[in-house]
């Protein structure tokens, strides 16, 4: 399957400060990516897709202020998580569709845990 | 939008035993996907199927999608089997719609 490589696996920071993830595929290009949020005990609930060269789309009542999306390139989205507050510590996790000859199946970074203190 | 019911929602096993899983969803799709969640939060691709029968070892899945819903079988259970199960489902977009997933817990 594809390799999806999510940085960092685990963040502590401060309320008010602002936190980067970054998701990469490893094995091919993804015009896509996709950002989900899970927390304790929950199922993980999609917060926004990650569009290569354009605006990222946000679920609705997700703030795209406070959680800006960046395709930098054909292999890089980031999630910036900005101005933090404990109420924003979770689970992070990105996705990358690999789209074959009859299908498109979902392969997901390692996740990152945001604690904020 | 569509909603994803898993059940049961917990499930405790001693070790060698079977157990089926269940997904129910409210519409059809494209897109139906099994995972295992470690206890490191990672998620493990089970099964792409959003239509027939796969295996693969001890684990099997099947889904029925004029009826909306999917099974995973697990068979011979082992402790490493542990974790939360989730299905997915999604449409054309690639964006996947999760269910309240299982909890699985196997014990010697």
């Known amino acids: 399957g594809a390799v999806v490589s999510q940085h960092p696996s685990w963040v502590i920071c401060k309320s008010g400060t602002s936190v980067k993830i970054e998701c990469r595929s490893l094995?091919?290009?993804?015009?896509?990516m996709f950002w989900y949020r899970q927390f304790p005990k929950q199922s993980l609930m999609l917060m926004a897709t990650s569009n290569e060269g354009s605006k990222a789309t946000y679920e609705q009542g997700v703030e795209k202020d406070k959680f800006l999306i960046n395709h930098a390139s054909l292999t890089l989205s980031t999630l910036t998580v900005t101005s933090a507050h404990p109420e924003d510590s979770s689970f992070y996790i990105c996705?990358?569709?690999?789209?074959?000859?009859?299908?498109?199946?979902?392969?997901f970074g390692q996740g990152t845990r945001l604690t904020v203190v | 939008g569509i909603q994803v019911e898993q059940s049961p929602p917990d499930l405790i096993l001693q070790e060698g035993a079977n157990s089926t899983l269940r997904c129910n969803f409210s519409d059809s799709v494209n897109n139906l996907q099994w995972f295992h969640q470690n206890p490191w939060g990672q998620l493990i691709n089970l099964f792409y199927?959003?239509?027939g029968t796969k295996q693969n070892g001890r684990l099997s899945a099947t889904t029925v999608a004029t009826e909306r819903y999917s099974l995973l079988y697990i068979s011979s259970s082992q402790t490493t089997d542990s974790g939360v199960y989730f299905c997915a489902v999604g449409g054309t977009a690639s964006k996947l719609t999760f269910g309240t997933g299982t909890r699985l817990q196997v014990t010697l």
């Open positions: 996705s990358v569709p690999l789209q074959g000859h009859m299908n498109t199946e979902a392969f």
């Open positions: 199927i959003p239509s």
């Open positions: 094995d091919f290009q993804a015009t896509t």
